[in-house]
């Protein structure tokens, strides 16, 4: 089995400072890795995905991840804010063996203040 | 990618009654899946939906509870029976992308079901 944490449930930070959304994961077998944005009202949208390769991964609107397997962490960073960028970030872990069954972290809310 | 339109976008019910959510996506998928977003929550599936059998239930989700169907490879429902202010939640149909077979998934808006 999977488990996925993610170490703040809330960040707020100022436009145009960066972000780090913190991610740790748990599993006995090899796991694929995602990031997800859910903004108010709507259903989620991949950011970013790792499966394999270089451990430093590159989404959309500017985010990036980096996978460190001896720390199993996949942190979601990016260098400067938007207010548009205000929303909930999901981490989720799924094995091969399961596929499309992810499990899902806590959740993290960004706030971009201006 | 993969565009999945779920009904109704939202609904309020009363305590006791039924609600059928309905899924359908934009090409064929070999599998379905549901979850539910309890309010400040995170996901949790429920369950896969296959074409041509029985849906899978994940543990403590069950089919009197959660009835799912799954005609073609494009729609399925999902029923939430008998409900309780503790179903109040947002549940997500979700598939996984063409050509993406490596759990990355595509989801609806969502139902946002609020139970009195």
């Known amino acids: 089995a999977q488990s996925v944490t993610q170490l703040d449930s809330q960040v707020p930070v100022f436009e145009e400072a960066p972000v780090e959304l913190r991610c740790n994961y748990s599993?006995?077998?090899?796991?694929?890795l995602f990031w997800y944005v859910q903004y108010p009202n709507q259903g989620l949208q991949l950011l970013l995905k790792y499966l394999s390769g270089s451990t430093l991964v590159k989404g959309i609107n500017g985010f990036e991840a980096e996978f460190n397997k001896s720390q199993t962490s996949f942190h979601l960073r990016k260098p400067s804010v938007h207010i548009s960028d205000t929303a909930e970030y999901f981490c989720a872990v799924s094995a091969a063996t399961r596929a499309g069954k992810s499990t899902f972290g806590d959740g993290t809310t960004l706030t971009v203040k201006p | 990618s993969a565009v999945i339109s779920q009904k109704p976008s939202r609904d309020i019910c009363q305590r006791g009654t039924s609600l059928t959510i309905q899924c359908q996506v934009d090409?064929?998928?070999?599998?379905m899946f549901w979850y539910r977003q309890q309010p400040g929550q995170s996901l949790t599936l429920i369950a896969t939906?296959?074409?041509?059998?029985?849906?899978?239930?994940e543990s403590g989700f069950v089919i009197d509870k959660f009835p799912i169907s799954r005609p073609n490879l494009t729609f399925s429902t999902l029923t939430v029976s008998n409900m309780s202010p503790e179903d109040s939640s947002i549940y997500l149909c979700s598939v996984e992308g063409q050509g993406s077979p490596l759990g990355e998934l595509f989801f609806g808006e969502g139902s946002r079901l609020t139970v009195l």
């Open positions: 599993s006995s077998v090899s796991v694929y």
């Open positions: 090409s064929q998928v070999t599998m």
């Open positions: 939906a296959n074409q041509g059998s029985e849906a899978t239930y």
